[in-house]
């Protein structure tokens, strides 16, 4: 059985809720990704902050990326998935709430994201099809 700790990336980065989105836009340029957890001041996860976030929810709606926080574009509870859990559970989950990225929480701490990457790394052709289709629906 494979669980979602054996294909997540260990010890994401995160971006602080009161960081602004320059700030978030440069760490997603220096570690080359499209996305970030936003964390709260007690190392919790707050919610997921895209490229795509910062473009379309943000700069294109005029607000300006030097002083809006990171945490202004935070919405509703984040969609997780506990590192314990069977990876067809994160598979599910990607898929339904058609997500590319899912944080991995271990006793209420992020300690990994799943990825699409990580899943094409990791299992089998037919079953990485299933959840970029169910994803991309």
Known sequence: MTITRDIMTPSPRCIGVNDSLSIAAAVMSELDVGALPICGENGKLKGMLTDRDI??????????PETT????????KPVTVRATDDIDVALKRMQEHQVRRLPVIEDHLLVGIVSQADVARSLSPELTGETVEGISR
């Open 55 to 64: 473009v379309v929810r943000a700069v294109a709606e005029g607000l300006d």
């Open 69 to 76: 926080p990171a945490g202004a574009l935070a919405q509703g």
